[in-house]
């Protein structure tokens, strides 16, 4: 089994940054792809970023592309996202997923976490 904590997230203005960070435990991290994907109210959950478990491959959704970074550090079991001139349209609750070997930009991950809020005000 892996677990997946979300945290970071929090309430930013127009223009600002976040870092969330994506704690996992369970089995070999490095073995897994984490996703990054976002839910906005009354909207489908959509992927944001994705990265391999070697972190040699990143997929970015066109929305966030040049404005989000995604990371990971295997010493620490812990993948990022870090989050620059955000607008209120990335208001969303943001959630981190695993799957095994390879990463994609769907939502077919096997584990998730319970999600983070970012709120973005204008």
């Known amino acids: 089994q892996v677990q997946l904590v979300e945290s970071g997230g929090g309430l930013v203005q127009a223009g600002g940054s976040l870092r969330l960070s994506c704690a996992v435990s369970g089995r070999t991290f490095s073995n897994y792809a984490i996703g990054w994907f976002r839910q906005a109210p009354g909207k489908e959950r959509e992927f944001v970023a994705g990265?391999?478990?070697?972190?040699?491959?990143?997929y970015y959704a066109d929305s966030v592309k040049g404005r989000f970074t995604i990371s990971r550090d295997n010493a620490k079991n812990t993948v990022y996202l870090q989050m620059n001139s955000l607008n209120p349209e990335d208001t969303a609750v943001y959630y981190c997923?695993?799957?095994?070997?390879?990463?994609?930009?769907?939502?077919?991950?096997?584990?998730w976490g319970q999600g983070t809020q970012v709120t973005v005000s204008s």
């Open positions: 990265t391999s478990g070697s972190g040699s491959i990143k």
């Open positions: 997923a695993a799957r095994r070997v390879q990463v994609l930009t769907n939502s077919n991950y096997d584990y």
